[in-house]
């Protein structure tokens, strides 16, 4: 998958390409990315892309030319072209997996006051990623790019893939690392019980109680099925359900070594 960005500061990309994973995703020809200097194409002698906004205002707004003419170098017949405004619909996971399958996915950053408004009738999809204002797209961008390359085959894990945030509607369970005890504060027992069935109902109820409590919107979309229905019921009744309390007695040996 190639991603292409349009922007003044390709520079900008430079710490976040070159670590972690999508360093790796780079290195291993999974994704590329292109970036693509708008002010290269600017026909003015000293590289100028913006211009006051006509009928007055604060700021600059950048020009079509350069932009327009940016994106024709860049587009190829399976190009999709995002244009970062906040005026675009909210970015969510579910457009991540959408772009996941594009061959060639390129984002357009916007600088200064805005873009000319007749850039908008290039782009063939409009994103915004939050309603708060940035200086530039560039962060959005690369928020784009971070969060469709680590669905692409072979960047991570599919396993890790499955069971984070978001996937159907649901935050992720909490997570713990050694030491058992910090400060008095300790892991959940049944986590040691090395019943592998039971820490995934206690794990997919801790889903489904933090998006309640977190983020109610999500929850309201979430579609609960008949087991996680009896799941929560379970824990209505008791605060450590029957399989749970089982669990955790089984592998008390376990434990006890912690």
Do not use: W
Not at 120 to 142: F, P, Q, W
Not at 171 to 195: H, M, T
């Amino acid at each position: 998958m190639k991603f292409s960005v349009l922007t003044i500061f390709p520079h900008m990309f430079d710490s976040v390409l070159n670590e972690s994973i999508l360093k790796r995703a780079i290195g291993k020809k999974i994704i590329e990315v292109e970036l693509v200097d708008i002010r290269n194409f600017s026909k003015d002698k000293t590289h100028r892309i913006d211009r006051p906004p006509v009928g007055g205002g604060a700021g600059l707004i950048m020009q079509c030319q350069p932009i327009h003419d940016a994106l024709n170098a860049t587009k190829s017949p399976n190009s999709h072209v995002v244009l970062l405004s906040p005026r675009g619909k909210m970015y969510n996971q579910e457009i991540a997996k959408q772009f996941k399958n594009v061959d060639h996915l390129i984002i357009i950053c916007g600088h200064y006051e805005g873009i000319d408004e007749r850039i908008y009738n290039y782009a063939d999809e409009i994103i915004s990623i939050g309603d708060y204002v940035l200086t530039g797209g560039e962060i959005a961008a690369m928020s784009i790019i971070d969060s469709v390359a680590r669905l692409k085959e072979g960047v991570i894990s599919t396993e890790s893939l499955d069971n984070e945030s978001f996937e159907n509607d649901l935050l992720e369970y909490p997570q713990y690392a050694e030491p058992y005890d910090f400060k008095g504060d300790k892991i959940p027992q049944i986590l040691y019980s090395g019943n592998h069935l039971a820490i995934q109902k206690y794990r997919l109820y801790q889903s489904l109680k933090l998006t309640k409590e977190l983020r109610p919107d999500l929850f309201a979309k979430h579609k609960l099925t008949k087991g996680e229905k009896k799941l929560i019921d379970e824990y209505a009744k008791e605060k450590i359900p029957k399989f749970e309390a089982e669990a955790i007695k089984k592998g008390i040996k376990f434990i006890k070594n912690k």
